[in-house]
Each structure stands twice: as C-alpha cells, then as structure tokens.
C-alpha cells in the first residue's frame, strides 16, 4: 500500500514539474514568421487563395480530421525537397499549424522554412485545438 502511494505522489510530483517546460518549449513567437489566430487564417486564405496551409502534426493526427485545403507534412518529413515540392517560390504565403499550444510540431517546421529563405511565413499557435474550438470548417 506504502508503495502505490508512494509511487502516486512520485508520479504526480515528476508530472508537475514537467508540465511548465512542456509548454515553455513552445514559444509565443517564432523570429521570420508571423503569429496568426484561426480569424486571420480565414483572412488570409480570403485574400490570398494561393496560400499553402502546411499540417505539421503526425499522419495518425491529421487522420482525425484536418483544416481544408491543409497539405500534410509533418515536421518529421520536413526537408528543403519536401517545401520546394509543395511551395512554388520562397515569396509565396505559407502557414503551418499543429495540434496547438503544447505542441512543437510546427514551430520545428516554421523555424526549417525560416532557415530556407521562405519570407512570407505564418505561424498559427493556436493549431487544431483552436480551430476545433471555434468549430471552424475540417476535412476528413
């Protein structure tokens, strides 16, 4: 009995103190990218059709429904090739979302197009989460 309390306490105490850097690593703002809310992902993709929406989660994520017209790529398969595949000029809008505040997915790849050259990236922090909260249209 002794133990499963002990481990109990242990487990919730490593928990607690884990919880504040998990979300610390996703930052409030990414150098070269501009930070969006999900109104203004409806705003750009309005004013600017040509924009590629870029879903950085894990495949089995993205199976759960995703933001229409999204391209998968999850951070993980994120290369120079990959972008160029999906991305005609380093000048084109481009916007990366994940699964939200506590998720790094993007930021990974966001960061990678920043290093590339890409000018006219946005970064949607809010990701899936806030979108789903808002009850915003998705695709499955």
Do not use: Q
Request: glycine share 8%; with cysteine; net charge negative.
């Amino acid at each position: 009995m002794f133990r499963k309390i002990a481990v109990f306490l242990i487990g919730g105490w490593l928990i607690s103190l884990a919880s504040p850097l998990l979300a610390e690593s996703v930052p409030e703002s990414i150098d070269g990218t501009t930070r969006v809310i999900a109104e203004d992902v409806i705003e750009l993709v309005s004013s600017n059709p040509d924009v590629v929406i870029i879903d950085a989660r894990k495949s089995s994520d993205r199976e759960k429904g995703f933001i229409e017209g999204s391209i998968g790529l999850p951070d993980t398969e994120t290369t120079e090739a990959s972008l160029a595949s999906h991305i005609p000029s380093r000048d084109s809008a481009i916007l990366f979302y994940c699964n939200g505040e506590k998720c790094g997915r993007s930021v990974k790849s966001a960061k990678m197009a920043v290093a590339l050259g890409y000018k006219n990236v946005y970064w949607f922090r809010g990701g899936w989460a806030e979108w789903m909260e808002k009850g915003y249209p998705v695709a499955k």
